[in-house]
């Protein structure tokens, strides 16, 4: 029994103190992970829609996809979206031919325009309000698909430090709690690393990898830190 208690304490030590990767080869420490999130609110959208229509002639779907572009921007601006904010990329043409048995002929059977409209603003909420009742501009007759809006953080490159931060402090935690455990204390930091922050949606599964999600206007902002600390 006492020779198990002895295997195992020196299992546990060998598993808890590693090298610090330093020239001084004698130097002792424990690597711990720490982790934290803060919360955070996109600011930014950005939205695409897209215009597409085929008639029988150049000057007909022209003519739709313009009049069909003007009733998107002006339902856009009916929701606060500023006219400044909305990029039209103009109206482009192309020609539509017959397809017989999965091959398309020389048969010309109309001609399709397309057009689509871009947003960016920071009036994130009317974007959302926006899209969400798009359906009933739709429903008169126009020809569009709609995107799904993309929210970011434009503070991003702030608040990637604090998080980090956030996270050592909780791997110094997580360390200072098992030394205490066997009678040690915690030192200075030997190294330290950290993987990608991550811009989840609230309350979702952590990933391994790098992530940055749009789909959502709250967010969590997430770090994990590998931390190596001197051990007394």
């Keep these: 029994m006492a020779s198990s208690i002895v295997v195992s304490l020196g299992i546990f030590f060998g598993l808890l103190f ?17 982790s934290a999130q803060v919360e955070a609110t ?16 150049i000057s007909e779907a022209v003519a739709k996809v313009d009049s069909d572009t003007k009733a998107l921007v002006a339902y856009l601006v009916s929701q606060g979206i500023s006219a400044q904010e909305i990029t039209s990329y103009g109206v482009s043409t192309s020609t539509a031919y017959e397809v017989a048995n999965g091959t398309q002929t020389s048969n010309i059977v109309g001609y399709v325009a397309n057009n689509s409209l871009r947003i960016r603003t920071k009036e994130v ?23 799904t809006p993309e929210y970011y953080l434009s503070n991003l490159a ?19 709690a098992m030394v205490a455990a066997i009678g040690g204390t915690v030192g200075d930091p030997i190294s330290g690393s950290s993987g990608s922050v991550q811009v989840n949606p609230p309350d979702s599964v952590e990933s391994d990898y790098g992530s940055y999600d749009t789909s959502t206007i709250d967010k969590s902002v997430r770090a994990v830190v590998s931390v190596t600390f001197k051990v007394n």
């Design 18 to 34: 590693v090298s610090g990767g330093l020239s001084d080869k004698g130097r002792k420490g424990i690597t711990v992970t720490g």
């Design 158 to 176: 702030e608040l990637r430090p604090k998080v980090i931060e956030e996270a050592v402090a909780d791997a110094k935690t997580r360390a200072t």
């Design 42 to 57: 996109a600011d930014t959208a950005v939205w695409n829609i897209y215009i597409n229509t085929q008639l029988p002639s």
């Design 125 to 147: 909420q009317k974007v959302k309000l926006a899209t969400e009742n798009i359906g009933q501009v739709l429903q008169t007759g126009i020809s569009a698909s709609s995107g």
